[in-house]
């Protein structure tokens, strides 16, 4: 079955440091995703990215990120000057004309 | 503007029962989906359940079912037969129907950690 692929799965980063997430999503979906899960918290929404470019936003998706398709296979977040309460659990997902969403297995950034 | 509510902050079952996870939901919308996501210790997000909001049966996937409750914007899951491996954080989440299944930002609730004893 189809995987989002989402490296690292841990990545631990300096504040004020930027850090780059990676994701690989399905190759025939058209839709993708940022959501954040701080610990113990509920699932937000970032972002969301069709035909390269960002087609909702939300607030917590400031000028200290973005998201880009450098290719036609990756789907990055970038964090600029990552901040103590940036850390928590990233997931990209994608979605397709007739698929519903799939989420990948996300990545655990630490800001220390 | 959607939002979505779990009030249950945990629940527990003995194993081979049936527990029923409680959500509510806010929307604008005239037509959404609703969904139930299972939330395991390796944290991915699985899809557990979906429901389109104008169809009026409730979804059914094996063991699990929802009471969809469109009047009263509820929109609860029922898990029967409960096994060791459902222990997990359940999320509830809705999406507007804009652009069908695929395409649209994910609102989700709060969740419920479920605890399953043998």
């Known amino acids: 079955e189809p995987e989002v692929t989402q490296t690292p799965s841990h990545q631990v980063t300096q504040m004020g440091q930027e850090v780059i997430l990676r994701c690989v999503p399905i190759?025939?979906?058209?839709?993708f995703y940022w959501y954040r899960q701080i610990l113990g918290q509920k699932v937000e929404f970032l972002v969301s990215f069709y035909n390269n470019e960002i087609s909702e936003k939300s607030e917590i998706f400031d000028d200290q990120f973005s998201v880009e398709r450098p290719d036609g296979s990756n789907f990055t977040l970038k964090i600029r000057s990552t901040k103590l309460e940036d850390s928590a659990m990233y997931f990209c997902?994608?979605?397709?004309?007739?698929?519903?969403?799939?989420f990948g297995s996300g990545t655990r950034l630490t800001v220390v | 503007a959607q939002t979505v509510t779990q009030s249950q902050p945990e629940m527990s079952v003995q194993e081979a029962e049936t527990v029923t996870l409680s959500c509510t939901y806010d929307?604008?919308?005239?037509?959404?989906?609703l969904f139930w996501y299972k939330q395991p210790p390796s944290r991915q997000m699985i899809l557990v359940i979906r429901q389109e909001a104008y169809k009026q049966q409730n979804a059914t996937e094996n063991r699990f079912s929802v009471n969809f409750q469109k009047a009263a914007k509820s929109f609860s899951l029922k898990i029967s037969d409960s096994q060791l491996g459902d222990a997990a954080m359940y999320f509830c989440?809705?999406?507007?129907?804009?652009?069908?299944?695929?395409?649209?930002?994910?609102?989700f609730g709060q969740g419920t950690i479920l605890t399953v004893h043998p």
């Open positions: 997902a994608s979605s397709g004309v007739r698929d519903g969403y799939t």
């Open positions: 190759s025939n979906h058209l839709y």
């Open positions: 929307t604008s919308e005239s037509d959404y989906y």
């Open positions: 989440a809705s999406k507007p129907n804009a652009g069908g299944t695929s395409y649209g930002k994910l609102t």
